[in-house]
Structures are given as structure tokens and as C-alpha cells.
């Protein structure tokens, strides 16, 4: 049975890229960024192929592709784009897929709609959270989002430093599970990227 994961987080550089190599590369599913803004030259879908390793992911081209590093609705004004999600359209595979949000869940794509609204029936949704103050209640309001919306969360992800007092609060009050977690490390790179997949492919299945 294939699946589809939708990867979002509680903001902006909270490390769901580095989270969407790691799952792609557990899976050696197919990768889509609907949505990229800026760094065209090195984006999210540049960094992923670099750092999954199998040869059976398959990178989807962007529905977007913004010039600049800001949020999507005002990036595609300035780049003389109407975007709406009826013309982002979920590719067709039939691997496991892993779609990569922008931002957090509430990042608007227009004056409308937002990026939970990329979310479809059945997606298993990975929440990214990092440790800084405020970062409780970014993941449980992003959690209530989800709730809010009828979309229930397959886990979360926390990256970075460790902090055990917040993370046990979220894990109480949210009852969502936790997939794995990503150490602060000196760098990612394919072999970095392996060891963290094989760690979280179990609870990913």
C-alpha cells in the first residue's frame, strides 16, 4: 500500500527539508516541493537530491517556482503570478510520495487560501518542531490547526538541541507520537542522511 506524507512544520527553519531527505530516503519515495520562493539556484528540491542516496526517488517538479525568499502570496505578486491550489496539482506516482510544505501551516498561498489547504484526504502528516522560546505553543497551535481541520497528525519531528521539559508537555497535551529525532550535527550529507533513515523507517511503515 502506497502512502503520501505531507511534512509541515511550526515556522520557517524549523528543518522540514532536512526531515523531507530523511523520510524520502527511508521510503526511497518520490519528493515534491509544491511551492518553492527564492533560491532558485539551490532550492529545497536541490538540497534533497543531494542528500538522499537511492536511485528509485523520483524529484517532482515545483508548481511554483517564486524568485523571491518570502512568503508565497507576496512573492507571486511581485512575480506577476496568480496562484491558487486548484493549479497546484499533486503529481501522479505510484511510489510512496513525500510533499514538502512551505513554512508552516498557515503560510498563505493567496488572500484565501493557506498551506494546510494543500493537504488531502489520507496524507500522513509529519510535524517539524525545534526547541527556541515560543516553540510549545507554535506546535500546539499548529496541532490545533490540524485538529481544527479534521486532519489528525501522523507525528512529530523534533529537530535540533534537546529540551525534554517542552517536549514532554507537547507530547502530553497533544497525545501525538514521536517518528524520531534530528540531532544538532556538524553537517548533512548522504551518509548522515542513511543513518537517520534507517533510525526512523519502523515507525514510518
Not at 122 to 141: A, C, F, P, Q
Amino acid at each position: 500500500m502506497r502512502n503520501e506524507f505531507f511534512i509541515t512544520g511550526i515556522g520557517t527553519d524549523v528543518g522540514k527539508t532536512i526531515a523531507a531527505a530523511i523520510v524520502t530516503e527511508a521510503l526511497e519515495a518520490d519528493y515534491w516541493k509544491p511551492v518553492q520562493a527564492g533560491d532558485l539556484d539551490n532550492s529545497d528540491t536541490h538540497r534533497v537530491k543531494k542528500l538522499v542516496s537511492n536511485k528509485k526517488t523520483y524529484y517532482h517538479h515545483n508548481s511554483f517556482s517564486l524568485t523571491r525568499a518570502m512568503s508565497p502570496h507576496a512573492a507571486a505578486k511581485i512575480d506577476g503570478i496568480r496562484m491558487s491550489t486548484k493549479e497546484i496539482i499533486r503529481p501522479q506516482t505510484d511510489n510512496d510520495l513525500v510533499v514538502e510544505g512551505a513554512g508552516g501551516l498557515l503560510v498563505p498561498i493567496n488572500d484565501k487560501e493557506t498551506i494546510i489547504d494543500l493537504i488531502k484526504p489520507g496524507d500522513k502528516v509529519i510535524l517539524v518542531s525545534r526547541h527556541y522560546l515560543g516553540s510549545i505553543n507554535h506546535t500546539l497551535l499548529s496541532l490545533e490547526v490540524l485538529k481544527n481541520r479534521g486532519i489528525s497528525c501522523f507525528g512529530i519531528i523534533f529537530n535540533g538541541e534537546v529540551n525534554e521539559a517542552s517536549e514532554e508537555l507537547i507530547l502530553k497535551l497533544s497525545e501525538v507520537p514521536v517518528l524520531g529525532r534530528i540531532n544538532p550535527e556538524p553537517y548533512f550529507d548522504r551518509n548522515v542522511i542513511k543513518e537517520y533513515a534507517e533510525e526512523f523507517r519502523e515507525k514510518l511503515l
